[in-house]
C-alpha cells in the first residue's frame, strides 16, 4: 500500500508526467521500495519520503503555495488598479530579479480541481489542531472576490461608454479554468 501524489499541469507542454518528479511513500519500508521501483519504470525521477502523510502534504504545500501567491498578485492588481499603476508592467519588470522572485499572474480567481479546494481541505484539518491557518483563508477570501472585481471592471466599462451591465450583451471567451485546456471545473468564470 503506497501514496504518491498527482502532478500534472494540464496544458503544460514543458512538464509531462515523465520529466515531472514523482513524490511518492509507502505504508513499509518495502511497499515504499516497491513504489519506487514501479514508478521508476515510468518517470525519470522518483523522491520516497519518509512517510504517506509527508507526500500528501507536500502535494497541499504545492497547491497552497500557487493559491496563496494568486491571492498575492491578485491584491496586487486591485491595489494597482486603484493606484493608476500597470500591474502587468510591475509583475513584467520585477520577474526581471533572477532570484527570490516567481512570477504569478492576477486573474478571475482559481479555478480547476487542486487549486482551489485543497487549501480549504488542510484549513480545516487545521483546526482539529487547533491551528487557524491565516494565510490560507486570507488567499481563499482574496482568490474568491476577483470574479465579482471582473464584474465590476466590466459594468464600470460599459458604464464610460453610457451603457447598463443589465440589458447588455456580454461575450465571454475562456469558461475553462486556465489558458489552453478545455476543463470548466471551478472555473470563476462560471
Known sequence: LAFSPERVDPGNKEYTTKNTPRVVSGVTKECSRLVKLLYEQIVEEVIVVSSCR??????????????????????????????????WEVIESASTKPFGFKTFYPGPGLGGHCIPIDPFYLSWKAKQYGFYTKFIELSGEINESMPE??????????????????????????????????????????
Open 54 to 87: 509527508v507526500a500528501e502534504m507536500s502535494k497541499l504545500l504545492e497547491n497552497i503555495y500557487r493559491s496563496v501567491n494568486i491571492a498575492l498578485v491578485n491584491e496586487m492588481a486591485l491595489l494597482c488598479d486603484k493606484m493608476k499603476i500597470n500591474v
Open 149 to 190: 472585481y471582473v464584474v465590476f471592471k466590466v459594468r464600470e466599462a460599459l458604464n464610460s461608454q453610457g451603457k447598463s451591465l443589465k440589458g447588455s450583451e456580454v461575450l465571454i471567451l475562456g469558461v475553462a479554468y486556465k489558458r489552453d485546456v478545455d476543463d470548466s471545473r471551478e472555473s470563476p468564470a462560471l
